[in-house]
């Protein structure tokens, strides 16, 4: 089942797009302006997201752009009033990978969602940890013999963040910039490192005393 994330302010659209897109077999989360889609965004895991342009709070297209900045690789559908070539284009260059304009065919938005899907799982990174693989669509890290150990959001991004860069060390400033933007406390590097290791093994991720992690290996 694939989770996704609806921001939409139109209490009656929301209405129709959930029981629409729940009969589909999405589970759908609905957030009804832009600050409560941001925390949903920063704080929960969505393989998909449909974000209305017109939003309270945080205007659709600013909200995508922030998501973006912290990391968000989920594939983003944008629904707007606004159909011009050039909102278009204003879409797609603030991140969304689609732009639906109202009104529309639920038809045809169901079967955007199917591509937009189809297209991120094809294309989805994968990077190498030791002899281990991680996949970032799936949260995934596969390991030499073929077992599968899964990850939360934050641990696949931490991993991937020290992946990029093997050689490279990381200060707990440069994580916390990267990774945990929106924490409230530094100490939640050490404790994202501790699951990683918890799930895959204390050499998953060196401690550079003094100074930061890098990449270990499996």
Known sequence: MSTLLLVEDDA???????????????????APDGQRALHLGLTRDFDVLVVDRGLPGIEGLDLVGRLRGKGLTAPVLVLSARGSTSD??????????????KPFDVTELLARLRALLRR?????????????????????????????VELSQREADLLAVLAQRPGQ??????????????AESPT????????????????????VRGTGFRLGDL
């Not at 060390?169 to 929106?182: C, E, G, P």
């Not at 939640?188 to 050499?203: A, E, I, M, P, S």
């Open 12 to 30: 009656e659209l929301a209405a129709l797009l959930l029981r629409v897109l729940g009969s589909e077999g999405y589970d759908v989360t609905h």
């Open 88 to 101: 278009r284009v204003e879409g797609l260059d603030a991140g969304a990978e689609d732009y639906l304009a």
């Open 120 to 148: 991120h799982r094809e294309t989805a990174p994968v990077l190498r940890v030791g002899t281990a693989s991680l996949d970032l669509e799936a949260r995934v890290v596969r390991l030499e013999g073929g077992e599968e």
């Open 169 to 182: 060390v990381f200060t707990r400033d440069d994580l916390l910039a990267r990774v945990f933007s929106d």
């Open 188 to 207: 939640v590097v050490d404790t994202y490192v501790h699951y990683c290791r918890r799930k895959l093994g204390k050499g998953v991720i060196r401690t």
